[in-house]
Structure formats: C-alpha cells, structure tokens
C-alpha cells in the first residue's frame, strides 16, 4: 500500500496517540476509521471531526475495507485482538502498532499472522502527560522521534511504508531497531526515567512544599502523573531490562550519594561534567 | 529603606541571577551599580544597559553609596567579602543574597554584621541550566517562588523590605522560612533532583541513544548540565539534608524496583496512584 489520499484507514484503540495519528491523517485526506469500546471517544471523535466514522465493536466489514491498521492497544489486548480478528482483514492489509514495548509481542503477531497481511512495528516517541483523544494532538509529533521496529518476516515494501507513515505524521527522525534494541532503549530512555519520577515523587509527603519548588522538581515529576494500569503492564513486559538499568542507577547514585557523604569534591565534579558533556548531545 | 526608584542598589556578583535583578531593577528605575571578578561581564552588562555603573574591584565609596547590596556569590566567597568589607556598608544599609543554602551563612554573616546594617535572606526559586550575566533573563521570575529566610535578628522592616523586592522582581509567590526550615526543602526539591538527573545521565554511556529519546528522558536531564564548582560546594554546605534525602530516594526507588521483580501489580499501582495524586498539587 502507497500513502495515497484515498487509502482507507483503521485505528483500533483511540486514546491520546491513536487520535493524534487520526487527526494528522484525516487532514492529510485519508479516510479515517476507529474503533474503541469507550463510546465517549468514538462520540468526541467524530463531533471534533477528528475520524470519518467510529464504532465500538468490531465488524468485519469495517476491518476488511481498511487498507492499513494502526493499533493503539495495550499490548496484551493487541494479542489477543490480532488472534481473534486477523480473519477479517483485507488480503494485502499493511498493520503497524504504537506499542511502547516490542519482544513481547513482536514476534507472536508475526509468527500467528496471515501470509497475505504484513505487520510493521513502531514506536512513536512522542507523549503527554494526559491520556485520551481528548487530550490528542498531532503537534506531539514535530521534533520527535520515529522508530521502526524490524524483523526478519519484514520486506522492504513494509519498512517503506512505515517510513512513509512516520513521515506523513511530521516525525523528524526516523531509525530502524531491532525488538531487542528497542526495548534495551526503552528500558533506559522511558521507563527508568518514570520509575525516578514515581519515586521521586512518593518519597516524601509534599503537598506543602508546592509554595517553594523552583522548575527542577516540576521537570522531573512531570511524569509523576502516570497511567498506572499502561505502565504497570509497560513495566512487567519489559521487566529484564528495566531491571537492568534501575540496579545501574541505583549503584550510580549511590556511589554519588557516598562521594558527598565523604566530601570527595574532586570525584562529584568529575560525575558533573561527564554528566555536563552527555547532555550535551540531547539538546533538540 | 523603601523601594523608591531614586535609590542606589549595588549588585556583587553579576551572574545569571544577579544579572537578572539587574535587568529588573534598572528598567523599574533604581540606580543600579554592580561588582564582578570577571571583566567580561561587567563589559556585556554596560554595553545592554543591564546595569549603570560596573567595577571589577570593590572601592569603598562604591560600597558606601548603596542603599541596598544583593549578594550574588558562592556561600564561601559571600562570608569572606562580608569579613573584609562589611566597614564599607552606608549606615542603614539593607543587605539580602540569592544563595541556595541558608543555615551555614546566614547566622554567621549576621553574627559578625555590624548593628547599623540588617541582612535579611532570601532565595529565588527560578534559574536556567546556563550562566553568567549574558543568559541573565528576568521573565524567569514570572510564576516563580520567592523564600524570605528570616532570624530572630530580622526586624519587621527588613522582612517587608525584601518583601518588597520579591514583588517587584515579579515573584508569583512570596514566603517565609527558617534557614533550616529551607536548607530541610532544598535539599529535598533541589539538591536531590540535581544529584538524580546527574546520575541518570552519567549511568549509561548514551551518546547514541539521541536519535531514539522522547520529551521524558529530556525532561530528567535538563539539569545534568550542571556548573560543578557551585553545585559541589553548595550540595557540601547542606549534606546533612541532602543525605538524608538522597537515603529516602534509595528506599523508595529500591522497594519499587522490588515490587516490579516480584511482579506486585496492585502495589506498582498503588505507587503511581499516590504519586499522580501528590503531582496534581504542583500543577502551575
């Protein structure tokens, strides 16, 4: 399938990614179909014109006339949708996801796919700390990152086309990793940082210290306001990295932690400005 | 004194937030000198018309003809000059700083002040990750704390005095706390926010990830770009706050990554409810 404007296409899950990527589409000309069980955002969806139609069960007509499908599941309703629904897509279909972890559930889609349809995954490096079409906003994806996450089942008509839909959808980078690669990336760049923000944030009882704070603690909490069934299954799915990187922190800050404790001032500058120099080259 | 605009406001140490005043005080009308080591800023300072008159020397009559002197120095080098120039301070003087610890320089300083000269404390809760006069800016005190740190050696008149700079330097709010009463804060929205972002930055060797981080990675590390003189010196003179702090985040981080090896999803939950409850409260 081309990205041409009269392609057909379906968005499974429309929360606050799924609509973003509805609301780019349907401005770019495509038709925009979604299915979610919650009626209020089919309902919101299409009184904002943000979809051409809703529904919020699956039928197989709407499934089978879709060129592409996007979903926006968590990832173990993904599973079991793709196992129960795959007979109803369009021979040819392409079928990508937004799936912030990817061994997981990579690999099961592929191996119990059809052979006619092929899925792509991605993973869309763009958020809020709001949830829901209500909150989405196709703007999230200007300056972010796209990745595209490939297999050896994938051809390079799938990686086109996924490269074509980052581009579409106004990404300004877009790589290619491997399942493992991304959740090696993930474990580090997305969760640890929303585990250091949960913690950070639960560590003290501070509703009365919100008179003092300066930016630092709000940028560092920011995550803090977490969707806790996504996260805590984000978490689970992803458990050998994550666990990875959080024992790496936690030996990190407390080696920073007993260089203070010893007033080793050489050693705390020395962490400060290799810590100085790698932000460095994060700065957009 | 009160905040009349034909007074004569000195500056020593015109940094980023001095620099800031500065910019502030100068366009509210205030006669604005300022004192710097460092050449370079008191030539950019003259040439933007931050300030009216600069010197890289401390002269007794500049010091003498001030109605109001704001320190901006690191904490060691702020007690040194008051030790050695405190004879130059006009009867009557107010004296205030913006250091970021309070219970190791504010009793010594006003222990060896002269009885002619208040100094009140106080500490803008607002920054940047850059430095030095040149990235001073003061819309960052637009929506931003104001601390008064007051003693039993503060007289009404100083607390409404430096009241009264915090409102006019565009302060959203305006508090009142004992040095240890803010030292216990800082250590906990601040130092302890400082010492994670440097540890999330320097525990993975990430030049490569770039191309694959979203806003939330770059949100925890806006400030790992750190200047490690004044955050060495500065995270020494609180280490008792701090450590404790740095000591609860352990615990906290440590049960956390305890429960997600266990798989303890009503527990996982459970933390990230409290701590979007606790976030919403620090919601601008």
């Not at 379906?10 to 038709?31: D, M, Q, T």
């Not at 990579?106 to 796919?113: A, C, E, G, H, R």
């Amino acid at each position: 399938m081309e990205w041409i404007s009269n392609s057909r296409i379906l968005i499974v899950g429309l929360g606050l990614i799924g609509g973003s990527y509805a609301r780019a589409l349907k401005r770019l000309g495509f038709h925009v179909t979604a299915i979610d069980v919650r009626k209020e955002a089919i309902d919101y969806a299409l009184e904002n014109h943000i979809i051409d139609d809703g529904y919020t069960e699956v039928k197989k007509d709407i499934v089978g006339s879709a060129d592409a499908v996007i979903f926006g599941l968590y990832p173990k309703v993904f599973k079991e949708w793709i196992a129960r629904y795959q007979s109803c897509f369009k021979p040819g279909a392409m079928i990508t996801d937004v799936t912030g972890v990817k061994s997981c559930i990579v690999y099961d889609i592929q191996n119990m796919l059809r052979d006619d349809v092929e899925f792509i995954a991605s993973h869309p490096m763009a958020g809020k700390e709001v949830y829901g079409v209500e909150n989405s906003d196709d703007a999230i994806f200007r300056g972010a990152n796209f990745i595209i996450v490939m297999t050896e089942k994938n051809t390079p008509e799938g990686v086109r086309w996924i490269g074509g839909l980052g581009r579409i959808l106004g990404f300004s980078r877009i790589s290619v990793l491997s399942p493992e690669e991304h959740d090696e990336m993930i474990g580090y760049l997305s969760q640890l940082t929303h585990c250091i923000a949960v913690s950070l944030m639960t560590c003290s009882d501070n509703e009365h210290l919100v008179d003092y704070t300066g930016d630092s603690f709000r940028d560092l909490t920011r995550i803090a306001n977490i969707n806790e069934d996504m996260w805590s299954e984000l978490f689970l799915l992803n458990k050998e990295p994550l666990l990875k990187y959080m024992d790496i922190f936690i030996d990190e800050f407390s080696s920073f932690r007993d260089m203070i404790a010893n007033e080793d001032t050489e050693h705390m500058k020395e962490r400060m400005r290799l810590s100085t120099k790698r932000r460095a080259y994060f700065n957009k």
